[in-house]
């Protein structure tokens, strides 16, 4: 009687394994979809300070000739390794070969690499301009490494200042930064950019490539981000605001 009894406790059991084990891996995707959300919170914050800078900000002719965008919130220096930051964002490309509005963002990482930081922190918003196809299409590799893969030159700072410098017409990407409260352009070499695929998974709710993302026109921009691409392109008089 004994081992009859037993049958009904081994599959209550077992259910409640399987049951575990379903739902797991459904709380940390809703954890990630959270911290997905959070990333382009703070990105939307990021630029929204850029915009309102009086006399700090990026020279308007630069973001309206820069078909992508890349936007780090939040770089944090490694624990080990002398220079190394890391950090995870989203970049955005503009459609139609970079001639159209700005089109669905793709989640992204950074990692490596240093960073010329004179004004220093240790939480540090990172902002990277696209300002090429070539530089547009490196987004496509596995891994991008800045200075080697792609060249990179710190990006000119003020709205009136002119872009048509030796520095940035020579440099496919030009990078931002800002730390406690000062904003200022920066140069790092050896950083590596990588798709944030798991990321991504939990953004559209399926596996899709980021090449696929970024030069797909049809993709749909999902909800988390509108507030990004909105802000954004109220920023640039060559994007389009999403309707809502």
Not at 111 to 133: C, E, K, R, Y
Not at 170 to 192: D, H, K, P, Q, V
Request: aromatic share 6%; glycine share 12%; proline share 5%.
């Amino acid at each position: 009687m004994r081992h009859f009894q037993t049958i009904p406790t081994l599959m209550r059991l077992t259910t409640l394994a399987a049951a575990v084990l379903l739902v797991q891996p459904l709380a940390a995707l809703a954890q990630l979809d959270e911290k997905v959300a959070d990333r382009f919170w703070e990105s939307t914050k990021f630029i929204e300070a850029l915009m309102e800078a009086p006399d700090g900000g990026i020279p308007e002719d630069l973001l309206e000739r820069a078909e992508c965008v890349g936007v780090i919130p939040g770089v944090k220096r490694a624990a080990f390794g002398f220079g190394g930051r890391y950090g995870r964002g989203t970049v955005v490309c503009r459609e139609d070969r970079g001639q159209g509005p700005w089109g669905a963002p793709s989640m992204l990482s950074l990692g490596g690499g240093s960073f010329g930081l004179q004004i220093g922190g240790q939480s540090t918003d990172v902002l990277m301009l696209f300002m090429t196809h070539d530089s547009m299409e490196s987004l496509l590799r596995d891994e991008l490494t800045l200075g080697a893969d792609a060249s990179v030159a710190a990006g000119p700072k003020g709205r009136g200042v002119s872009a048509e410098t030796s520095a940035t017409l020579g440099a496919e990407i030009l990078t931002y930064a800002r730390s406690r409260g000062l904003f200022a352009g920066i140069s790092f070499e050896g950083a590596a950019l990588r798709p944030d695929n798991e990321a991504n998974d939990a953004l559209y709710g399926m596996r899709i490539p980021a090449s696929d993302i970024l030069f797909n026109n049809d993709m749909a921009i999902p909800e988390s981000a509108r507030r990004f691409i909105e802000v954004l392109s109220n920023w640039s008089s060559r994007g389009e605001v999403v309707a809502p």
